[in-house]
Every structure is written in C-alpha cells, then in structure tokens.
C-alpha cells in the first residue's frame, strides 16, 4: 500500500457539489492499494501514518505525532482511495494501472486501513470509493511524504 501523506490545517472532498468528508489541522490522505497487497500491509500503513512525527513541537521541529497533540473535535484525517497513486508512465506518457488492485480489493482494503486508523483513537473522514471526487486543501508547511509498506 501507498499513501500520498500531505499534512494540511484544512481539507475537504466534495462528491456532486457536496462536501462529504473534511478535517482541520492533520493529514490528507491519497491512499493506494497495490495488486499484492493483504490486510497486514493495511494494519502497517496504519501503525505507520499514526505514528508519524511530522507535527512542529515548541522549536519549530517536526518531532511530534498524533499523541503528541492536544485533543480535538476536529477530524484530523481525511482519508481518500486512488488508485492512481499507482500510475506507471515509465514506458510511455499514457499511465498503466496494473499494479492497482482490482475495485472490490482495493475497496476492502481501504476499508480496513481506516478502521485501523481509528482503531487507534484517530477521527478519520474519508471520501466516496470510486466515485469522482474534488479535492481542497492547504498544505501545511508545506509537508508532502510518500509513505510505502
């Protein structure tokens, strides 16, 4: 699994005009399932992306996770599958999806990575599996990694 990790202070996705999930300072999400991918690789990006340290502490240095911050009745993550983030365009300028899973897996295991996710104390909000969404935010830092297991 992949995920797009973009620490934002704000972020909605919209499906039709209507805003279907948001959160307020924490992560957007741009989450791939890989064609090989199993339920313990959803269970490790989720142990991962909590765990992450890529909050500013009292200097100025990202050094503090979830756990780390004050709570919140914010969403912190906003969790949306793409499969694109799966894109291969190293042999031509058209991308190959092969390597995304098929819809109904990558639907499954996206689905356990959020209950992973919240699992572990975290509000998650996601968008619309396969459905075309729109996609606001503002990065905060800005702070954009590629989080692989």
Do not use: W
Not at 56 to 82: C, H, T, V, Y
């Amino acid at each position: 699994m992949r995920a797009i990790v973009q620490r934002v202070s704000q972020a909605s996705v919209s499906v039709d005009g209507e805003v279907v999930g948001r959160c307020g300072p924490g992560y957007l999400l741009l989450v791939g399932v890989h064609g090989n991918d199993t339920e313990a690789n959803a269970v490790k990006l989720a142990e991962k992306i909590a765990t992450l340290r890529i909050f500013n502490d009292a200097e100025g240095k990202m050094n503090l996770a979830f756990a780390d911050l004050p709570s919140s009745d914010l969403p912190r993550i906003l969790a949306i599958s793409q499969f694109t983030v799966y894109g291969d365009v190293s042999k031509s300028r058209r991308p190959s999806f092969v390597e995304s899973a098929p819809f109904e897996v990558g639907r499954l295991l996206f689905d356990h990575f959020v209950a992973e996710l919240r699992a572990r104390d975290l509000t998650v909000e996601t968008g619309r599996f396969g459905e075309h969404m729109e996609v606001c935010l503002v990065n905060d830092g800005p702070v954009t990694l590629v989080v692989d297991v």
